[in-house]
């Protein structure tokens, strides 16, 4: 994304349309492996052509480049080559089931305003030095750097499920502005500058720290405990590719990273229908369901395989012969096949 920026602000300046185009071509690179980051590329640029055309209407007198309408063929020169992948991941998510209702449960939301400010405080005092020292100047990069930032909030809650995605990128700016600050500053300022600067080493050494205390106590989901690594092995062995398993949560998040099968829950956003699938398993391993209304829910997901952690008390309510078929077992675990529930 910041290549294509680059690219956009310095490339060609001598013409408008043609100079956005190889930062939307290089944006297409990026939307190989995350179209969505093109997004926010535009919405980046969107702002940036926003400003230049408050600053149009309020300088009289205007180097041609800051012209509004020099930046607004420019936006639309990137837009255009930028925006293949986006239309074809926008046509997808309308037209594909799977897609349709995975955008419905991946809602990715900006944190509470204080995380941010835990996130960035340290950058804030110098980046407002900064932003006081640029907003000042001509220069239309500076104009966008400090644009980017002001409307920092603006894109973290705007009101979108993904809204978490649309800062993407903006600490690179908070830093340009840092920087800019503590340029300005001299003698005890820039001492003291650096002191509250090195405060931003102690989220790092408590990251550090956690790492240490979580090698040094062994526990999941970090380590795995030898009965699960021994069901892992033995499902390499007897269970066929893409069987559909049915486990608990916590089994079903570690079982395709080990085992060439599927999961009915796991990952939130991942698994279709999440919310009710992962009430429905909770129900079933509680052993709250009778006889048929667990071959009825074991039938409508197809699972090929049942694995129970404990015996638990899924049996309880019924007898698993007719229809299951114990295929492994260890303390901690047993592996069953489902027979035509």
């Given at each position: ?164 995605r649309l800062p993407e990128g903006v600490f690179v700016a908070l830093s340009i502005l840092a920087v800019t600050g503590f340029s300005t500053l001299s003698g005890k300022l820039r001492s003291l ?149």
């Amino acid at each position: 994304m910041f290549w294509g920026l680059t690219k956009y602000f310095h490339e060609n300046l001598g013409e408008s349309f043609g100079g956005g185009v190889k930062a939307g071509a290089i944006w297409n690179l990026t939307g190989l492996m995350q179209p969505f980051t093109i997004v926010v590329g535009w919405a980046i640029i969107a702002i940036h052509v926003m400003i230049e055309i408050i600053y149009f209407v309020l300088q009289k007198n205007h180097p041609f480049k800051s012209q509004p309408l020099f930046w607004i063929k420019r936006a639309v020169g990137v837009g255009l080559v930028s925006s293949p992948f986006v239309i074809y991941t926008f046509v997808s998510f309308r037209v594909d089931p799977f897609l349709k209702q995975w955008e419905k449960q991946n809602i990715i939301l900006s944190p509470a305003f204080g995380d941010y400010l835990l996130a960035y405080g340290i950058l804030l005092p110098l980046a407002l030095l900064g932003v006081w020292r640029w907003i000042r100047e001509s220069d239309v990069a500076k104009r966008f750097i400090v644009s980017w930032v002001l409307f920092f909030p603006v894109l973290a809650y705007a009101p979108y499920n993904l809204q978490r995605r649309l800062p993407e990128g903006v600490f690179v700016a908070l830093s340009i502005l840092a920087v800019t600050g503590f340029s300005t500053l001299s003698g005890k300022l820039r001492s003291l500058a650096k002191v509250w600067l090195a405060l931003g080493g102690i989220s790092s050494l408590l990251l550090v720290g956690g790492g240490v205390l979580t090698l040094l106590n062994p526990a999941p989901p970090l380590y795995y405990s030898a009965d699960e690594q021994d069901l892992f092995h033995s499902m390499q062995a007897c269970v066929p590719r893409s069987s559909v398993v049915l486990a608990d949560w916590d089994l079903s998040n570690l079982l395709p990273a080990h085992v060439p099968v599927r999961v009915i829950i796991g990952h939130g956003p991942e698994s279709l229908r999440a919310i009710p699938l992962k009430q429905a398993v909770e129900t079933f391993f509680k052993g709250t369901m009778d006889e048929q209304e667990v071959r009825r829910f074991l039938r409508n997901e197809r699972v090929d395989y049942l694995i129970v952690r404990n015996r638990a008390s899924v049996f309880s309510n019924w007898q698993q012969e007719p229809f299951l078929k114990l295929m492994y077992r260890n303390p901690s675990f047993e592996l069953y096949q489902v027979i035509e529930p």
